[in-house]
């Protein structure tokens, strides 16, 4: 297959539709819903933050340890594929264990394994755009896998709405994993494997810290995924809770909470995938840092529409502008960590390092669980409120401070 053209792109970047697809539909729809069903309602909130919270930690350690091994032990059939194959049978296998959990406790069994099977999956996964792509067409590849997680979403969106089955869209994960890392494994070729690295694995852990533009993409990265999850942590519930009547221009679009979340999820995504590529060819001719400043500011203004106007149709009007400047964001900052990235043979590591800037903010939300509920017995709903003022200015700073990367435009 010639790369650089679309076909090689979409190949190159499917199984992240599946990652996409996998953790909107768990954690918009199935781990709420689940947990819902599985604990008293007061409680909900916070059993809902310990499950992502206690999750989180555990995944910090996965994406570098699986990174680092498949930079440190390469077989003949590459440094990254033989990680994705297990892993994406070992996600199905969570997914299904959590669709039929009896209790709250195999729940959480079930979760922390999809995290671990997640991690052993993507993190030496996500170590192929640094492989495989040059600088002057990251932006377009960050674009590609930024729109396939965009209409991952759609497809999870559009499901979540309209499907009345809560294990039917577990099992559509699990299978859409499956196809998705088949068709990842057939087609993609990894080059010869250089020589093994050297260097522990706590030391391998260290040497991207010395590097002040590392540091500052990861911080940027940690504080926009921040805003992310505490937005989309209590969305359901807030919903449900505050919004209550899911109606636009008087019809009702939907009975649940869980349906309403679909129908934002599928507005959000269909922004994002619109605007993805574009985004990220943009910024191979005109640099990382003037989308990202554009994409941030306007995520942290959409958010106070939300809080001032608590209405269905307010939500169902805003979410399609969240989603432009989300895909926008999505599209542009794989491409940036890529570009100050200078061992090539430690990707396996430095990406994992930086992917535990996505999971680790689900240990501050999930711990902000036990304050949205303190605070919204003590005023309802400013629970609610400050988790989201507070995600409004980690968006904000979180894209300001690119300005301190050096390395990148």
């Not at 994705?84 to 299904?96: H, K, M, N, R």
């Not at 260097?199 to 810290?209: A, I, K, V």
């Not at 930086?354 to 680790?360: A, D, F, K, M, N």
Request: charged fraction near 15%.
């Amino acid at each position: 297959m010639r790369p650089y053209t679309g076909r090689w792109f979409f190949v190159l970047s499917v199984y992240w539709f599946a990652t996409a697809f996998k953790w909107t539909l768990v954690l918009f729809v199935l781990l709420p819903a689940r947990v819902a069903e599985l604990v008293p309602a007061a409680e909900k909130a916070s059993r809902l933050g310990l499950l992502f919270g206690v999750g989180a930690v555990m995944a910090t350690f996965g994406p570098p340890l699986f990174g680092y091994l498949s930079d440190r032990l390469p077989s003949r059939k590459g440094r990254r594929l033989p990680y994705l194959a297990v892993g994406a049978v070992l996600t199905a296998s969570a997914l299904l264990l959590m669709a039929y959990a009896p209790s709250y406790g195999v729940l959480f069994l079930g979760y922390l394994l999809l995290q671990l099977a997640d991690d052993l999956a993507t993190g030496p996964y996500a170590a192929l755009i640094p492989d495989l792509v040059p600088q002057n067409h990251r932006g377009t590849a960050s674009g590609w896998m930024g729109a396939l997680q965009a209409s991952a979403q759609i497809a999870a969106g559009l499901l979540g709405f309209l499907a009345g089955s809560l294990a039917l869209l577990f099992w559509a994960a699990a299978l859409v994993n499956l196809a998705a890392a088949g068709i990842t494994l057939r087609y993609v070729r990894e080059p010869e494997n250089p020589a093994p690295r050297e260097e522990g694995f706590l030391e391998s852990l260290r040497l991207p810290w010395r590097d002040p533009d590392f540091r500052w993409v990861y911080f940027t990265r940690f504080l926009v995924m921040l805003g992310q999850y505490l937005v989309q942590t209590y969305l359901q519930y807030y919903l449900a809770d505050v919004v209550r009547v899911f109606a636009v221009f008087g019809r009702v679009l939907a009975a649940y909470a869980y349906q309403a979340v679909g129908l934002l999820v599928l507005l959000i995504s269909l922004g994002g995938a619109l605007a993805s590529v574009p985004a990220g060819r943009l910024s191979d001719r005109f640099g990382r840092k003037p989308l990202i400043y554009a994409s941030g500011v306007g995520l942290a203004l959409l958010l106070f529409p939300v809080l001032l106007f608590p209405r269905f149709d307010v939500l169902v009007g805003l979410a399609l502008f969240f989603g432009v400047g989300y895909g926008v964001y999505a599209a542009v900052d794989w491409a940036l960590v890529a570009d100050v990235l200078k061992r090539p043979e430690a990707h396996g590591t430095e990406m994992g390092v930086w992917q535990t800037s996505i999971v680790l903010p689900q240990i501050l939300a999930g711990l902000a669980g036990r304050g949205v509920d303190g605070l919204n017995q003590l005023a309802f709903p400013l629970g609610y409120q400050a988790a989201f003022v507070a995600a409004a200015l980690a968006f904000l700073a979180g894209t300001l401070l690119v300005a301190r990367v050096r390395g990148a435009r």
